[in-house]
């Protein structure tokens, strides 16, 4: 097997920070959450500026025990209801370290329907309890394909329980997606952040 040998500059300018590409990950818009609000919506600066655009949902906190949050799409009207067609699946594991589970989530799917897509299950509203994860969306700007989005969310779940759900699916529309809204299924947001980001294109 050959060895390869790295000199010292060979590895600072890979691992010198000023390497690294300007402008990769561009922040267009935060949504602080402070008090109890029903959704949380972005409808602006969603286009052809980028081909991928990724939410990042940091410590959202449910009023409402048990409630999941959930997300959904504009399509050019002024309603959140874009056909979609989904799947999910998740694994869990309690404190207790009694109880574990991993498994697709049929209840969790949507076939072409235009409600909104579930993000966890079951989130707990005691006062250290939260959801936080990210979702992306796919060229939402094209009139060709459907529009991609995949998602992943870590929630304290109601029952003491640390759960993992994997969501993907597409917008099975040829208008542009122009908008994005997070709210819970049940009760308000009580307080988190919500953050857009539009990743370059080169």
Known sequence: MALVKYNNNSISSVTALGSLPAGGLNLLATNTITSGVSSSSFTSNIDSTYDTYMFKFINIHPATDTAKLQVNFRDGSTAFDATKTTTT?????????????????????????????????????????????????????????????????NSYFGNDQTENLHIAGYCNVTAAIDGVDFKFSSGNIDSGVIKMYGLSKS
């Open 89 to 153: 699946f998740n694994a869990q594991h309690n404190e207790a370290g009694s109880s574990t589970e991993l498994g697709y989530q049929s209840g969790n799917d949507i076939a072409q329907g235009t409600g909104y897509q579930d993000l966890t299950r079951n989130t707990g509203n005691g006062n250290d309890e939260s959801v936080s994860g990210e979702l992306f969306l796919f060229s939402p700007s094209s009139t060709t394909f459907v529009k991609h989005f995949i998602a992943r969310s």
